[in-house]
């Protein structure tokens, strides 16, 4: 009985020195238990963009000496013709232009107009005009205004941004493109190519703002004193024609011939659609969608 009555008083004395009672340990614990439980190992899962194929081996009729045609989630092409061939962009380069002034410049900063540019499709900015860097940029993508794509450089410093743009492209992996001037104007030293502007279409496709600004078919804008009014019109005459079109950029010289990239969504899928040297863009980019239409699957990986 002796030995029973020390081994309960020890055993009881243990017990109350260790209970925890309302210690800050024992309460993270008691109350926070899911903090310490091991769950269970998950997979990781990748979601799969379904990929194109074409069903038929007929090829639409284009025009064009350069063509990329990409689906844009996957980044399948669908369709290609010279596509690392190097090519006069005219004003295809204005992506570019505004992908990089969305770099430098915030929308509502104000640009003072000097000797504003008389060359090629302008949108009649005046000189000493002050307007935002946003109307800029509808005049750059809307109205395609070669007077605005500069006004956008030489505020910046000319020199500087055009350097911008270079360096814009190779980090989009425009590995074969080239730019010398902001607005597309001929020179042979300035080139890209159908697949680099399909890359150059991706990046501007991710920026919400300026998408929105490229699918515009007409809007009037006007400096910040309301003094000018510029109405602008979207060169590309398939916006609101053909449904699902929805930019992004005409380009043309005598000497690049008629270019067009374009954003085309149907039925759930998007595609990016190059056309470069074209003798009829519109008509070309006509019948690649028909072609989209009825010749494009899908299969989920």
Not at 32 to 37: E, K, P, T
């Amino acid at each position: 009985m002796k030995y029973r009555f020390y081994f309960l008083f020890g055993f009881f004395s243990l017990l109350l020195l260790f209970y925890p009672g309302d210690s800050p340990t024992f309460q993270i614990f008691a109350q926070q238990r899911a903090l310490f439980d091991q769950p269970e190992p998950t997979v990781a899962t990748t979601k799969l963009n379904p990929v194109p194929y074409v069903v038929n081996a007929w090829e639409p009729f284009v025009s064009a000496q350069g063509i990329y045609v990409v689906d844009l989630p996957s980044f399948t092409p669908v369709l290609e013709r010279n596509a690392h061939d190097p090519f006069l962009p005219a004003s295809t380069t204005k992506i570019i232009t505004a992908l990089v002034a969305t770099d430098v410049y915030q929308p509502e900063d104000v640009i003072t107009i000097k000797d504003p540019l008389g060359e090629g499709q302008i949108m009649g900015l005046i000189d000493g005009e002050k307007i935002t860097v946003e109307n800029l940029l509808y005049g750059t993508l809307v109205h395609s205004g070669n007077d605005a794509a500069y006004a956008l450089a030489q505020h910046y410093g000319f020199d500087r941004f055009v350097e911008l743009m270079n360096q814009k492209a190779r980090r989009l992996g425009m590995k074969d493109t080239v730019f010398r001037n902001p607005a597309g104007l001929d020179d042979f030293n300035q080139h890209s190519t159908p697949f680099d502007l399909a890359l150059a279409a991706r990046a501007l496709l991710s920026h919400p703002y300026l998408a929105k600004i490229a699918s515009t078919k007409e809007i009037i804008i006007s400096d910040v004193d309301f003094k000018y009014f510029h109405k602008l019109t979207n060169v590309n005459q398939l916006l609101g024609e053909i449904q699902g079109i929805g930019g992004l950029k005409t380009g043309y010289t005598e000497n690049a011939g008629e270019n067009l990239v374009s954003f085309y969504k149907h039925d759930g899928h998007q595609f990016i659609i190059v056309i470069l040297k074209s003798d009829d863009r519109f008509s070309d980019t006509k019948n690649i969608v028909q072609w989209l239409d009825t010749d494009i699957a899908y299969f989920q990986p």
